[in-house]
């Protein structure tokens, strides 16, 4: 698994800018077809949300119903990354819990929730950034 270095933002510049900025510089991207395996996994998204909205939406991450998927070890990037994929795709939030390895493979268990909802209780809140 390829580790990034951690994060430096010492010699950042970080500031808020109008709409028109962020219009002036919006991509637009060809729209294309998404693969078999991409729609396979916006299915398994969609019913893990489907599972939490029967739930009643619980807010701690322990309490939610979700998902999970077994694969190769070096296919664990592509996989999350295609999970993170179909939540963006169907407008969900898709969180992952701890991944276990063994044998070579990699098991994934995830929850995906809606974009509103509040983050899972017990973790430590962002601190504000001063701009």
């Keep these: 698994m390829t ?3 951690p994060l430096d933002l010492s010699g950042a510049s970080l500031s808020l800018v109008a709409p028109a900025i962020v219009a002036e510089r919006s991509k637009t991207r060809a729209v294309k077809e ?5 729609k396979t996994l916006d299915s398994l998204v969609q019913k893990a949300y489907d599972k939490w909205v029967e739930a009643g939406r619980p807010e701690k991450f322990s309490d939610r119903p979700g998902g999970a998927i077994r694969v190769p070890e070096d296919q664990l990037l592509r996989v ?17 819990g701890n991944t276990v390895v063994a044998d070579g493979y ?3 268990v995830f929850t995906a929730v809606a974009k509103t909802a509040k983050p899972a ?3 430590q809140p962002i601190p504000e950034v001063p701009f």
């Design 3 to 5: 580790k990034l270095p």
């Design 121 to 123: 209780t017990g973790l």
């Design 106 to 108: 990699a098991e994934v």
């Design 34 to 38: 998404r693969s078999k395996d991409q």
């Design 80 to 96: 999350t990354k295609a999970l993170h994929m179909s939540g963006s795709f169907l407008n969900m939030s898709v969180r992952f």
